[in-house]
């Protein structure tokens, strides 16, 4: 089957909604969430499957709810030969429309369409597989169930299997169904074979109790005259037995009288038991009556007593009361007077330490403006020196090759000595130099020299080879150690010394004078440490004016210290007397509030007291004119005599019945009647048996059983046939389908082969090429194995089960796309996977759909975007 294409009208919340499928690749419908994608999934299901008339809620779910119209959908498509238009609408002006345009162009409506379009899908399409190919929005993620159908045609096909297709399953059917007539699905014997094996014993059974019969006829004519015999026995004592059970009857009646008397006297009895009764507790009534006036009056005595005994004790407590309450509004005022004492011994101790802090941060101040302006001085010898000491060690290693380079020449150059006749004046390369009479000068010639005498001569004298070379090793050094000398800005090796001696004692004043800051300082900025040196001066300032000028600030800080400690105890001191005394008095007001709570108590007790004592000498009073305490005892009196006389005529009474022997007579006479039941119990069942024995000899002869007889083993002979055949047909039927489900079972484990590649084919491209699937008999993925590692499929993630549900459903899309098939359609899938197996996902959609037509839905564009040649259809809102 091939979806062409899909038309939505007035369906839930779309209006107008149409999309348009290639009948082989990918289509992704992306769109934003309830703009109808799931709705044309949807409306398939209900073309083809429900009528226009349908009252079923799925049906009622699609009316839109802001329009009163009814839904529509359109669909085209292929299956099998046939090509079609297919529309319906649902709820209001119900239609149902199809238009066939292939093989033959044809048109039905109504219900004849509906049922055309059923017919023409039970012709070719395989629905357990449509449905299977669907991934539903929010469906459980659940495996395919792909086992027998199309796929498995299309399976043994691709194994070089039989191919019949329907007629193999059709001898399948026919043989389960032959199988099915004599065996349960478990293997078990069905019923009629084990009704029928169960008539053959009845059968046998009946036959046997019939021969039994004639044997025993001769039996019951002998048991007839028996019984008749013991029933003469049986009427003779009965008629004994009435005898005796008429004397134990009037007995029992006699015994019956006499408990009726006693039943009577017992009344009378009773009667004047509760009278007694009754008195007494009138009597009782009237002396607890008694009891209470004289308690109440008695609590009444003992309350007033007690009202009048606390009046002195709580006098004594009001006095105690008033003293303490004197003696702690005394230290109160003394404790306001030492607080004002402590505050300001408090502030001078304050104001001299502030002093103290002024001088403390005003040399901190100083000593860091001091380092600063050093400081300065080491970062400017710092910044214009170039010297250091490796700028020294370099200066000395060139000033010694000089020295070496002078030493080595002075060792093979020409020495000539000038000595001056009369004054000269000698110009040495270039050099005047004056000569007296007398004086001699010595010249190293190393290269060449020139002499001249003013207005007289010039030479030049030249030195050897070896002597030239060792002055080009001279000149190079001496020009070394200058070009050093200049790196420095100086003019020789004292010079550089000296500089690097004046830049080291910079660097370590820089480091002596950055700590002396930041001890200084310490957390503070040079402005923060001039404002608190500011804030603390205005401080003093003020507290020297408004402090008063007695008493006097202590001379030092120790002094005023001293001072606060002191006004800080004596305070101290004052406070836990004022605490003393205020539990004092808390202590002196409990006791007062506790007698004043025990006096109010005891007058309220007095007055309860009182009127309970009133209330029960009412009562008391109005009981005695009711009935006085005289007649209570003279009514007593005559109850107890009533009382003795009813009991003593009771108690004969019950001695005559007892003389009686009631008990006994009572079990006597039940015996009685149970014999009597027992003998007509035995006679009755001796008549029924005569009875039954002289019916039976009656009926049964000996001619009309051996009738029965013969008819019981003709019909045993029949059952016995019928069942020894059925049996035979039962194990065939079971031989022939062992055998072809060995067959079948054995083409099953071939054809499963091709499905478990395609799996793997499309897995490795999402799992890597390590992937391996088992597949189970139903064709479910079983197990997976990756990297070495197998696991069952209810152990893997999520994400694993639903990318291997997928590929499942694109592998057996794809093998049995040759015969038809049926699109996948996916309604956002692959919520569960990373971005990495989501792009390694698309291209294995991208290889299914070469072969199979796919749809897949989609709120989330970017979750497909790696699937390759797909055509993609954005749904407009």
């Known amino acids: 089957m091939r979806i062409h294409r899909i038309k939505l009208s007035n369906y839930r919340g779309v209006s107008q909604s149409e999309v348009s499928f290639p009948i082989q690749g990918v289509t992704i419908i992306e769109g934003d969430n309830e703009i109808g994608k799931t709705s044309l999934s949807e409306a398939i299901d209900l073309l083809l499957g429900e009528r226009d008339d349908s009252s079923k809620q799925r049906v009622k779910t699609v009316k839109p709810v802001h329009l009163d119209v009814g839904a529509e959908a359109e669909v085209e498509l292929s299956t099998g030969p046939y090509r079609f238009v297919y529309r319906k609408r649902w709820h209001k002006q119900r239609e149902t429309v199809l238009d066939i345009l292939e093989p033959t162009r044809c048109q039905f409506t109504g219900r004849e369409a509906h049922d055309k379009v059923r017919a023409i899908l039970d012709e070719t399409l395989d629905e357990t597989l449509w449905d299977a190919f669907r991934l539903k929005q929010g469906a459980k993620l659940e495996q395919a169930a792909f086992a027998g159908g199309s796929l498995g045609r299309a399976l043994d096909k691709a194994a070089g299997g039989d191919t019949t297709g329907d007629r193999g399953d059709d001898l399948w059917e026919r043989i389960t169904t032959e199988r099915e007539r004599y065996w349960t699905a478990t293997g078990q014997v069905k019923a009629d074979r084990t009704a029928l094996a169960s008539r053959v014993t009845q059968a046998a059974a009946e036959v046997a109790a019939l021969e039994t019969t004639l044997r025993s006829l001769d039996d019951d004519a002998a048991a007839v005259d028996r019984l008749c015999d013991e029933a003469k026995v049986l009427l003779e004592r009965q008629n004994a037995h009435k005898e005796s059970e008429d004397e134990l009857v009037a007995r029992f009646e006699a015994i019956q009288s006499r408990r009726s008397e006693v039943t009577r006297l017992e009344g009378l009895r009773d009667t004047a038991l509760a009278q007694r009764d009754r008195m007494l507790g009138v009597g009782s009534a009237r002396t607890d009556l008694k009891q209470r006036v004289a308690d109440t009056a008695a609590a009444v005595d003992e309350i007033e007593s007690k009202v009048a005994g606390a009046l002195p004790a709580r006098q004594e407590v009001l006095a105690r009361l008033t003293t303490v309450q004197q003696k702690f509004d005394a230290v109160k005022a003394e404790i306001v007077k030492v607080e004002v004492a402590q505050r300001l011994a408090i502030g001078d101790r304050d104001f001299l330490r502030q002093q103290i802090e002024v001088a403390q941060l005003s040399e901190r101040l100083d000593r860091a403006t001091d380092a600063v302006r050093r400081r300065d001085k080491a970062e400017a010898v710092l910044e214009s020196s170039r010297v250091d000491d490796a700028l020294v060690a370099r200066i000395e290693v060139a000033g010694i090759e000089v020295a070496k380079a002078e030493a080595a020449a002075a060792t093979v150059a020409a020495r000539i000595t000038v000595e001056a006749i009369a004054d000269v004046d000698l110009e040495i390369d270039g050099q005047m130099d004056a000569l007296g009479a007398g004086t001699t000068r010595q010249l190293m010639v190393d290269d060449s020299t020139e002499v001249i005498v003013p207005g007289l001569l010039g030479m030049v004298i030249n030195a050897g080879a070896e002597a030239q070379a060792l002055a080009d090793r001279l000149a190079e050094a001496r020009a070394a150690f200058r070009t050093t ?9 004292a010079g550089a010394r000296l500089a690097a001696t004046q830049r080291n004692e910079a660097a370590r004043a820089l480091v002596e004078t950055a700590k002396s800051i930041k001890d200084d300082l310490r957390d503070l900025t040079f402005d923060a440490l001039a404002q608190k040196i500011a804030n603390l001066s205005v401080r003093i300032a003020r507290y ?15 002094a005023a210290e001293m001072v606060a400690l002191e006004s800080d105890a004596e305070l101290q001191q004052r406070r836990a007397e004022l605490d003393r005394l205020e539990k004092d008095l808390s202590r002196a007001k409990d006791e007062v509030q506790t007698l004043d709570l025990a006096d109010a108590s005891n007058r309220a007790r007095l007055e309860q007291a009182q009127i309970a004592s009133a209330q029960e000498q009412r009562s008391l009073a109005d009981a005695r004119g009711v009935l006085s305490d005289e007649a209570i005892d003279t009514q007593l009196a005559d ?48 008549e029924v048996r005569v009875h039954e024995l002289r019916t039976k000899l009656s009926l049964l002869g000996e001619e009309g059983l051996a009738t029965q007889l013969d008819s019981a083993k003709s019909e045993l002979a029949h059952l016995a046939v019928t069942h020894e055949q059925l049996e035979a047909r039962a194990a065939a039927a079971k031989l022939l389908f062992e055998t072809f489900a060995r067959r079948r079972t054995e083409a099953h484990h071939r054809y499963v082969a091709p499905f478990r590649e395609g799996i793997e084919s499309l897995g490795r491209l999402v799992f890597g090429s390590s992937l391996g699937v088992e597949l189970a008999d139903d064709l479910s993925i079983a197990r997976r194995t990756l990297d070495g590692v197998t696991l069952d499929f209810a152990e893997l993630s999520t994400g694993a089960k639903e990318q291997l549900g997928m590929i499942s459903r694109l592998a057996c899309a794809s093998i049995v796309s040759t015969d038809g098939g049926a699109p996948v359609i996916f309604d956002d899938a692959l919520g569960w996977s990373d971005p990495r197996k989501l792009e390694r996902m698309g291209a294995a959609i991208s290889k299914a759909g070469r072969s199979c037509q796919i749809i897949v839905l989609t709120c989330t564009p970017g979750r497909y975007a790696s699937v390759g040649d797909a055509e993609v259809v954005q749904l407009a809102s």
């Open 485 to 493: 000398c200049d790196e420095g800005g100086i003019d020789d090796l």
């Open 544 to 558: 020297r004016e408004e402090r008063p000028t007695e008493p006097p600030v202590p001379s030092g800080h120790d």
């Open 639 to 686: 109850a107890e005599a009533t009382l003795s006389a009813r009991a003593a005529e009771l108690s004969e009474v019950q001695d005559q019945l007892a003389a009686q022997d009631p008990e006994t007579v009572e079990e006597l006479l039940g015996n009685a009647r149970a014999v009597r039941t027992r003998l007509a119990g035995e006679l009755h069942d001796n």
